[in-house]
């Protein structure tokens, strides 16, 4: 039999799971670090559908056995590039919209949930652009305005602020193929509400994540890129009035990445995602995205 506490602490980590790892880092796709000219203005839809099977807690046996949680995710995204002093920057924003269902831990069923989610704000500054060496630093912030309520046992936004700082960079090698590689720090506000009617105060440690990506863009075709990545979670373990609850951020995961340009300012990019070992969490067992960009 699951106690509150277990049940709430499982709301935790969907919530997490919700816009690629929000309660983790900030995942990127193979050519993001790559800015577009100053003065283009950029529109961007990503539609995720993930599946997972089996929860693992930070302490003890995964539960496998009646256990399920799907979710469906949108996000809107406009930034803009330019240039001021002398540095290309793209500030941005994010407008995610999910629902989770089709929800059990063990057999103890899960509410489903649908809304809009945290938005978040970010303002990418390159320290180095040029054709064949890219460096970027990125804040992000996660404002608590997306659908919350303490009382229903998943939740689509979380009722804290978080802040995310990114660095990373690529670098072409042999000509065809570029090395993609960032590291993020996540630092969590508390949410004084997550156990119901006020009550119940969440704390979470600091989550990091390492990513890399290897892409290929054939010299016949460069509309085309193909990208294999990896990606590193720790740290994240959560506690509700000082007791920790089963979670935390700990994943690893393989990535495959396709993308093409089919007229030259709009590209259609699909992403299937796996993780290979998680603790303190749903692992995902399957992950796809659909991305559309439109550059203007």
């Avoid at 059990?104 to 899960?110: F, T, V």
């Avoid at 404002?143 to 046992?153: K, L, M």
Wanted: charged residues 15%; contains cysteine; aromatic residues 12%.
């Amino acid at each position: 039999m699951f106690t509150q506490k277990l049940r709430h602490g499982c709301l935790l980590a969907c919530m997490a799971l919700l816009l690629a790892g929000p309660a983790h880092a900030v995942d990127v796709n193979s050519q993001d670090f790559i800015p577009a000219p100053a003065g283009t203005n950029a529109m961007l839809g990503y539609f995720t559908y993930t599946t997972r099977d089996s929860f693992v807690p930070t302490q003890g046996n995964t539960i496998k056995h009646d256990t399920s949680l799907e979710s469906f995710v949108g996000i809107f995204r406009y930034a803009r590039y330019m240039d001021i002093g002398g540095f290309r920057v793209g500030p941005q924003v994010l407008l995610p919209y999910g629902r989770l269902s089709n929800g059990s831990l063990g057999g103890a069923q899960l509410d489903s949930a649908s809304g809009a989610g945290d938005p978040i704000f970010a303002a990418p500054v390159w320290l180095v652009t040029n054709p064949s060496t890219n460096l970027v630093v990125v804040p992000y912030l996660y404002v608590p305005a997306g659908s919350y309520d303490a009382g229903r046992t998943l939740n689509v936004g979380e009722n804290r602020w978080k802040f995310d700082f990114q660095f990373g960079g690529t670098q072409v090698i042999a000509h065809d193929f570029t090395l993609h590689v960032s590291g993020d720090v996540m630092w969590y506000g508390k949410n004084d509400d997550a156990l119901g009617t006020g009550v119940g105060t969440l704390k979470q440690d600091n989550t990091y994540q390492f990513q890399s990506w290897l892409s290929y863009a054939p010299p016949s075709d460069k509309t085309w890129n193909f990208a294999v990545g990896y990606s590193k979670y720790w740290g994240g373990r959560q506690r509700i009035d000082g007791i920790e609850n089963g979670q935390a951020t700990k994943a690893d995961q393989v990535r495959l990445e396709v993308s093409k340009f089919l007229t030259p300012s709009f590209q259609v990019q699909g992403l299937v995602q796996k993780d290979i070992d998680v603790q303190g969490g749903f692992k995902e067992d399957f992950r796809t995205t659909l991305r559309l960009l439109k550059l203007f």
